[in-house]
């Protein structure tokens, strides 16, 4: 059995439910009515355009024009990321980009390549999800981080100039900062695995289900699809700390100006 298509006047009707959160934020003048309404827009013309081109890629399926849209997305994730981290250009771009870029090749080519065993790993259909997986997996949990590692680093500096004053390295002086990140964005997605399929079914494995997919074929991809975002988070995280590091300290190991609002 196929998945069942929705018809838009039906889509319709169900987006009528939206009228219960927004009904809500309005009535405790929360503010947030305006940015719901704008937000639904422009996820409902994004997700129509972005199936417009998928339809089209996949068609096509051209390895180039795959990895060509890995890298538009590696793009966008850079300027979102430059946005809800307030740190400079100079500062996270590159290492963010690299990071993803990185991250996503090596983790998603492993699962493709030697866990799925395809003979073509650039097959739209597996290349771009996977990928598309791993890129909004990656870019809210590196925005947490970046945040709780710079705001602890401004908010401690004494005590990391203290530990750098005792001798401490630069890793060993930012270590405490880099755990703290850590705990702050992974702690929800460790609890998350923790009760998977327990208290709540993931929304990769009821797509498959609803999909025609056998319950067994689905968990075990949704086994994957957290291992491999955990993993490219983890690892994308790592990279971008790597290399921003050099731009955010000087030569002393003195935290620099890195968010826009103290760049003068």
């Known amino acids: 059995m196929g998945t ?3 018809s838009y006047l039906h889509l319709l009707i169900g987006l009528l439910l939206l ?7 309005w009535k405790y003048k929360t503010g947030l009515v305006k940015a719901t309404l704008i937000g639904t827009l422009r996820m409902i013309v994004q997700l129509f355009l972005i199936g417009m081109y998928l339809k089209y890629l996949f068609l096509w399926d051209k390895p180039w024009i795959n990895f060509l849209w890995v890298i538009i997305m590696v793009f966008v994730a850079g300027q979102t990321a430059l946005v809800r981290t307030g740190l400079k250009r100079s500062v996270l771009l590159v290492p963010f980009s690299i990071g993803f870029l990185c991250s996503a090749v090596v983790v998603g080519l492993y699962f ?3 866990v799925l065993q395809l003979d073509n790993i650039f097959s739209a259909q597996y290349f771009i999800p996977i990928f598309g997986i791993l890129m909004g997996n990656m870019l809210s949990s590196n925005v947490i981080a970046l945040n709780t ?3 602890g680093l401004k908010r401690e500096e004494q005590m990391y100039r203290y530990l750098l004053g005792n001798g401490a390295t630069r890793q060993e002086a930012q270590a ?4 703290q990140a850590l705990i702050k964005s992974f702690s929800p997605l ?4 923790a009760v998977m399929g327990l208290v ?6 009821i797509g498959q289900i609803l999909g025609g997919s056998s319950p067994n074929v689905a968990i075990k991809y949704q086994m994957m699809i957290m291992v491999i975002t955990f993993t490219a988070s983890m690892l994308s995280l790592m990279i971008t700390i790597k290399l921003a590091a050099h731009k955010s300290f ?3 190991g003195k935290l620099l100006p890195v968010t826009k609002d103290n760049a003068k």
Do not use: R
Request: aromatic share 18%; hydrophobic share 50%.
């Open 19 to 25: 009228v219960i959160p927004v009904y809500y934020l």
């Open 112 to 114: 493709i390549g030697i």
């Open 250 to 252: 000087d030569s002393y």
């Open 190 to 193: 460790i609890a998350n695995i």
């Open 4 to 6: 069942i298509d929705i």
């Open 176 to 179: 405490p900062f880099i755990k």
């Open 200 to 205: 709540a079914l993931p929304g990769t494995m």
């Open 149 to 151: 590692f710079y705001s």
